[in-house]
């Protein structure tokens, strides 16, 4: 089969999740499923290089659209910052869960960037929820073997991802 | 039973290549089309994606596409009908590692009583800005039809890149 499982991994009330040494020259597609079951949500991912060191260069790039079931929606986008890619449009109120789903190419090719496709929806306890859905990259020509997913400011989550990689042969 | 995707085909493209299909799309379930790294020769080359059988592509203009561009000054909203073929990306994808990687759902390809669709994303670095470019959207063929193939043709040549036909089975 093409989906190939790679890792999983669980956490508990923190501000930040690191999962790392997950991306390697095996595969050049990977597909993140990452669920939070309370607390503040799924907020940002930033990448984690070759060192184990996260990127926090003024670099990451995103275009995204936000949707609400009340008919509220916009543009976010973001040319260049150092926190990462917003992959999560956060309610109002307290977050009651979410849905992260997002497709990672080329994080290991260091003459290559990084790009990410993504769509998310959180859950609220008094208002509407939210989703999101958009694209990112990362253009510097890092090895990028890692993710760390970012809540947004001052809160914590509590979640479990599962990563995947899309095998490719050539047939011909 | 089994349950998955299988890959049933492949292009890697290592020299300038126009066009090219895939074939052995027979099967009432859902197709997936990835790319990766997929560079092209110049500026501003857009894909065109098209069923076919027997190895000639459809071109009759019914194919509808509601796309969004993104990128990051902004985004803009893209829908056309009576075309001749479904764009998957407005790529500025070109040369120094600045290709493009996305996917493609290709559903109700078989049989000929439904109308055949495609929902995709694809994201690139947007060389002209410096943001990220990317594509997302749904499409409809707006006749009842048949398609046993997938054509893929380019606004220009298409340099390197891996392309990847799977099936969900």
């Known amino acids: 089969m093409s989906w190939r499982y790679i890792h999983s991994q669980e956490w508990s009330n923190v501000a930040a999740v690191d999962v790392t040494d997950v991306f390697t020259t095996d595969f050049k597609t990977y597909r993140i499923m990452a669920q939070d079951d309370d607390g503040f949500g799924l907020g940002y991912i930033k990448f984690i290089d070759s060192n184990g060191s996260v990127i926090t260069d003024d670099d990451y790039k995103y275009s995204s659209k936000t949707l609400s079931p009340t008919g509220t929606s916009g543009n976010a986008n973001n040319t260049g910052n150092n926190y990462g890619i917003k992959v999560i449009e956060r309610p109002t109120s307290t977050t009651k869960g979410s849905l992260l789903n997002m497709w990672v190419y080329n994080p290991t090719d260091p003459n290559g960037v990084t790009t990410c496709t993504f769509e998310s929806t959180v859950n609220a306890s008094s208002t509407a929820h939210r989703a999101r859905i958009g694209v990112g990259l990362l253009p510097m020509r890092n090895v990028v073997t890692g993710f760390r997913i970012d809540t947004v400011t001052g809160g914590n989550t509590t979640g479990k991802l599962k990563l995947y990689g899309l095998a490719y042969k050539d047939l011909s | ?169």
């Not at chain 2, 092209?40 to 596409?65: F, H, L, V």
């Not at chain 2, 803009?76 to 990306?89: D, E, F, K, L, R």
């Not at chain 2, 996305?102 to 439904?114: E, I, M, Q, R, S």
């Not at chain 2, 392309?163 to 969900?168: A, D, S, T």
Request: charged share 10%; glycine share 16%; aromatic share 14%.
């Open chain 2, 1 to 169: 039973m089994s349950n998955g995707l299988v890959q049933i085909a492949s292009k890697t493209i290592t020299s300038n290549t126009a066009s090219f299909y895939f074939t052995g799309l027979t099967e009432d379930c859902v197709y997936l089309l990835n790319f990766q790294g997929v560079q092209m020769e110049n500026q501003n080359a857009d894909i065109y994606i098209r069923g076919g059988n027997s190895g000639t592509e459809d071109t009759t203009a019914q194919y509808q596409y509601g796309v969004v561009s993104y990128y990051s000054p902004g985004s803009i909203n893209n829908g056309a009908t009576g075309q001749t073929g479904w764009i998957i990306n407005f790529v500025n994808a070109h040369a120094n590692g600045n290709g493009f990687n996305g996917w493609a759902l290709l559903y109700d390809w078989y049989p000929a009583t439904a109308r055949p669709g495609m929902l995709h994303a694809s994201a690139n670095l947007y060389t002209g800005g410096g943001g990220v470019y990317g594509s997302r959207g749904g499409s409809q063929f707006f006749n009842d039809i048949s398609w046993s193939e997938v054509h893929l043709g380019f606004g220009g040549n298409i340099a390197s890149g891996e392309i990847g036909l799977y099936k969900y089975v």
